[in-house]
């Protein structure tokens, strides 16, 4: 159990609000889905105090939630999530692989790079999870290499169908945070408007 959520939790959202990581207006994601608002933390290594911190947030609830010794490399889901994990891996004291979306034409002609043994136990780790369907690509690629791969870590879930998605594929998803979470506090510091409260929740998956 992550132990520290409440007392990261409002630091997180002031991070967010500081850098301006949360729009609202009409915005298509990566997976053809067209939503109301947009979570951008890819901007957060951009901010090296923001980074930073809220990369002792991840490397503490990893630490809390699964236990260093339940994995033995890290892997980063390209484009956002490897910054991340980079920084992860660094703080862990794991080796960091990262996954290419399509096969390389050239070299070893292989999706995973870095040192991958069969058998190793793989962390993945990515800046958030809509549909999940790049993280479960990956998934397949990992495995597809001999990995095992039973858990991934996001910064935030935003609660549209993709944890449940990877669970399908026997994997679980740990989340920094929750965007339904991260919206109330939001509210609660007057950070958003009510109605922005709405647009947020009523994209959440029941």
Same mark, same amino acid.
């Given at each position: 159990?992550?132990?520290?959520?409440?007392?990261?939790?409002? +630091?997180?959202?002031?991070?967010?609000?500081?850098?301006?990581?949360l729009?609202?207006?009409?915005?298509? *994601?990566?997976?053809?889905?067209?939503?109301?608002?947009?979570?951008?933390? @890819? *901007?957060?290594?951009s901010?090296?105090?923001?980074?930073?911190?809220?990369?002792?947030?991840?490397?503490?609830?990893?630490?809390?939630?699964?236990?260093?010794?339940?994995?033995? &490399?890290?892997?980063?889901?390209?484009?956002?999530?490897i910054?991340?994990?980079?920084?992860?891996?660094?703080? /862990?004291? !794991?080796p *960091?692989?990262?996954? &290419?979306?399509?096969?390389?034409?050239?070299?070893?002609? &292989?999706?995973?790079?870095?040192?991958?043994?069969?058998?190793?136990?793989?962390? *993945?780790?990515?800046?958030?999870?809509?549909?999940?369907?790049?993280?479960?690509?990956?998934?397949?690629?990992i495995?597809?290499?001999?990995?095992?791969?039973?858990?991934?870590?996001?910064?935030?879930? @935003?609660? +549209?169908?993709?944890?449940?998605? #990877?669970?399908?594929?026997?994997v679980?998803?740990?989340? /920094?945070?929750?965007?339904? +979470?991260?919206?109330?506090? #939001?509210?609660?510091?007057?950070?958003?408007? +009510?109605?922005?409260?709405?647009?947020? #929740? !009523?994209?959440?998956?029941?």
């Amino acid at each position: 159990m992550f132990r520290d959520k409440e007392a990261y939790g409002d +630091e997180f959202c002031r991070i967010l609000k500081k850098i301006n990581a949360l729009e609202f207006g009409t915005f298509k *994601l990566s997976s053809g889905r067209v939503t109301p608002y947009y979570v951008d933390l @890819r *901007l957060i290594p951009s901010f090296p105090d923001a980074f930073h911190r809220i990369s002792e947030f991840c490397a503490t609830f990893i630490e809390q939630e699964l236990n260093t010794q339940s994995f033995d &490399r890290i892997a980063g889901i390209p484009v956002a999530g490897i910054p991340f994990a980079s920084i992860l891996a660094s703080q /862990l004291d !794991k080796p *960091l692989l990262y996954v &290419r979306q399509g096969v390389r034409l050239r070299g070893r002609e &292989r999706r995973v790079e870095g040192v991958l043994i069969s058998g190793d136990r793989v962390l *993945l780790v990515d800046d958030l999870i809509t549909t999940g369907l790049s993280l479960r690509r990956t998934v397949i690629a990992i495995r597809s290499e001999g990995g095992i791969v039973t858990d991934a870590f996001v910064l935030l879930d @935003r609660e +549209e169908g993709g944890a449940q998605r #990877l669970a399908e594929n026997d994997v679980k998803i740990h989340s /920094l945070f929750k965007i339904s +979470e991260v919206a109330k506090r #939001l509210s609660d510091m007057n950070a958003i408007a +009510e109605d922005q409260l709405k647009i947020i #929740l !009523k994209q959440v998956k029941k």
